[in-house]
């Protein structure tokens, strides 16, 4: 029988995964690139001689052995991680907290939201996972997450701390080009910023009495931030959270009688993390700090 393969070496397979070389892996992992490929040797050997990536012109390759084994390396690797969150702390309020946002959240809302906590918790470090698919808290991929929908699963313990409105906003320097939409009608003769793929949270948004789709945007990516920076810089019309809008007082809203959207705001963490001392902290902290950021989300007076 062969030997069960140490962890490190499904590390190691994984970022050779994600870099697609040994090279890339190597730097990754900051070890030799024939320490590197040894470990990928032995985990095939491992697993019965099959061979885990071929090689092409673009580099290496995953087979579908690989790709089969990728998803129950990297549950290994989030527990590994959570591990290692739960065991290096030497005291109650010292270590690790990952923390899991939207791309949106984390860039423009919790760094401010943060700055308090850590500068009043010295020995706490902040590790803050940014993905708009939410992270899975029962396999503990992160310790507090910050949600726009309410978790279903009965082991995690979830607080909502306000609503937060999103609206269309323009530049004024857009709108010194461009006449200001008067109906949504109107919005046909702007460039609009939107989605080329559609998220599936807008599925059922009707426009004009039609599904919603890609053709009514002349601006499209599906990069949340991108679409920012493009409204930022004047692109165009797009939608825009009301909290983040209001820090900018070249960004305009419009058509706030006609449109709007808006999701709750949901603080969220396993049950077992409520006994952690410096988790409970942040979750207690972001519970305010969020709240106070729904508290000027809110949707324009028309």
């Known amino acids: 029988m062969a ?6 070496y499904y590390r190691t397979f994984l970022a050779v995964l994600r870099t697609g070389s040994l090279s890339g892996a190597a730097r990754e992992l900051h070890l030799a690139q024939p320490t590197v490929g040894r470990q990928v040797t032995a985990l095939e050997r491992s697993l019965g001689g099959k061979p885990l990536f071929t090689r ?4 290496l390759k995953p087979t579908r052995t690989a790709l089969d084994l990728r998803p129950h390396a990297e549950t290994m690797a989030s527990s590994a ?19 899991s946002a939207s791309e949106i959240v984390g860039t423009e809302v919790l760094p401010a939201a943060l700055r308090e906590f850590t500068g009043a918790h010295s020995q706490i470090s902040v590790e803050l996972a940014l993905s708009n698919r939410n992270a899975d808290l029962l396999r503990r991929d992160a310790d507090v997450a910050v949600r726009m929908v309410q978790p279903s699963q009965k082991a995690l313990f979830a607080r909502r701390v306000g609503r937060v409105w999103l609206g269309f906003h323009a530049h004024r320097q857009y709108l010194e080009r461009h006449p200001a939409p ?14 080329d793929n559609q998220p599936a949270w807008l599925k059922d948004f009707m426009f004009q009495g039609r599904p ?19 409204l930022r810089a004047g692109v165009g019309i797009g939608a825009c959270q009301y909290g983040i809008a209001r820090r900018d007082p070249d960004l305009v809203p419009l058509l706030t009688r006609d449109f709007s959207l808006h999701f709750d705001c949901w603080l969220v ?12 902290a942040m979750f207690d902290h972001l519970v305010r700090a969020m ?12």
């Open 3 to 8: 030997d069960e393969p140490a962890w490190d």
């Open 56 to 59: 092409s012109q673009g580099g």
């Open 81 to 99: 991680s959570a591990m290692r969150r739960a065991t290096s702390a030497a005291s109650a309020m010292q270590g690790p907290v990952r923390v």
């Open 182 to 195: 008067k109906r949504m009608e109107d919005l046909v003769q702007h460039v609009v910023i939107g989605f």
């Open 212 to 230: 919603l789709s890609r053709e009514l945007f002349r601006f499209r990516c599906d990069f949340d931030l991108a679409q920012l920076a493009a």
């Open 269 to 280: 963490m396993h049950e077992d993390q409520k006994k952690i001392e410096r988790v409970r």
């Open 291 to 302: 709240g106070e950021y729904c508290a000027i989300s809110g949707q324009p007076r028309t």
